[in-house]
């Protein structure tokens, strides 16, 4: 039985992995940390809990936290890079759900979220957490940083593109929508329903803090050719679930008839992720409480314009649900166990 801790377990990502570790058979919630709640019962601030935890809230102790086999980390930035030296240095093994290992050019992350980071040197040893392409480096990895809702959208949805070498990489865009949920769960007049109620809109057009991320992943999917993408995320009103467009550009609109194929080749054996047929519509509604990735392929007319449709629910698949398959992956467990549930209708 793996014991696991969960440090900031009273947002939206927090609640979600104790949602699903409920169901898995191998493992055990020993602690879970909020310094602004400690004290209060788990379930009386998650009523859907009641008869399935009876833990209260703790304050963060890295001594408790170093008796886990494993450690969730579901806080802010800037929280993680501080404690997670000395865990490493006890033995617990880690898997982060904020951004703070998952750049790699520690440069380009400060200038994002802020602050220069502290822990180089495990940001240099954390293994990037996108199932699909680094399972065997996470099998081995002490310290994982698990890929944003975003990011795991708009890469998985590329990947096949770039890894072929089949599109022009200089020239793609991702055009990004997802619920107030991503926003996470600390009170914001933003995400208030009198704010987002019937009403769609565009942010960080100018610049996102998952373009650096994403910009990475293909980067590398593209053997480290330069990948120009301009993102651009959008909120709609609803509470959860993301749905990334993708374009890119064939260099030879030739292979357009390779390219369903393709897509469903590449992703054969990965259990989270569906390739539907071509012409499909993927809903965020098909994926909502589950932890896969569903996606279809588009084109309009005789165009050399690939179109990619994926959809995740930004809360599973795009954070507590990938964070539980790469822990299964971690520890050697079957990599479905306890994320095998269908998602919500209607």
């Not at 169901?23 to 879970?32: K, N, R, Y």
């Not at 009876?54 to 806080?75: G, K």
């Not at 392409?133 to 890929?147: F, W, Y």
């Not at 550009?249 to 590449?266: C, G, H, V």
Request: aromatic fraction near 8%; glycine fraction near 10%.
């Amino acid at each position: 039985m793996v014991k696991v801790g969960i440090v900031g377990g009273t947002g939206y990502t927090g609640v979600e992995l104790l949602r699903i570790l409920v169901a898995h058979p191998l493992t055990e919630v020993q602690c879970i940390t909020s310094r602004s709640e400690a004290g209060l019962a788990v379930a009386d601030m998650y009523p859907n809990l009641r008869g399935f935890y009876d833990l209260p809230f703790t304050e963060p102790d890295v001594d408790t936290l170093a008796q886990c086999d494993v450690v969730f980390f579901a806080t802010p930035h800037g929280v993680a890079m501080r404690m997670v030296p000395e865990l490493m240095a006890r033995g617990t093994r880690v898997v982060d759900l904020s951004a703070d290992f998952r750049i790699k050019n520690l440069d380009v992350w400060a200038s994002w979220y802020g602050m220069p980071h502290e822990s180089p040197e495990w940001a240099a040893r954390a293994v990037y957490g996108l199932p699909e392409v680094a399972r065997e480096a996470i099998r081995q990895a002490s310290l994982v940083a698990n890929p944003g809702c975003y990011p795991t959208a708009v890469q998985l949805g590329l990947l096949p593109l770039l890894e072929s070498g089949l599109v022009d990489v200089r020239r793609i865009i991702a055009d990004a929508k997802s619920g107030a949920s991503g926003a996470g769960r600390q009170a914001s007049v933003g995400t208030l329903h009198g704010e987002i109620g019937e009403s769609f809109k565009a942010y960080g057009a100018s610049g996102h803090r998952h373009l650096p991320e994403i910009r990475q992943g293909l980067q590398d999917a593209a053997g480290d050719e330069p990948v120009g993408i301009t993102f651009v995320p959008h909120l709609i009103p609803m509470i959860r679930g993301i749905e990334a467009t993708l374009y890119a550009d064939l260099k030879n609109p030739d292979d357009f008839d390779r390219i369903q194929t393709l897509y469903e080749d590449r992703y054969a054996s990965e259990p989270f992720v569906d390739v539907m047929p071509f012409g499909s519509h993927p809903e965020t509604r098909s994926v909502r409480g589950g932890n896969t990735c569903r996606m279809a392929i588009h084109r309009q007319e005789s165009s050399a314009t690939v179109i990619v449709s994926s959809v995740i629910d930004n809360l599973v698949k795009g954070a507590a649900g990938q964070a539980v398959q790469n822990m299964n992956i971690m520890f050697g467990f079957e990599e479905s166990m306890g994320l095998n549930f269908p998602a919500l209708l209607p």
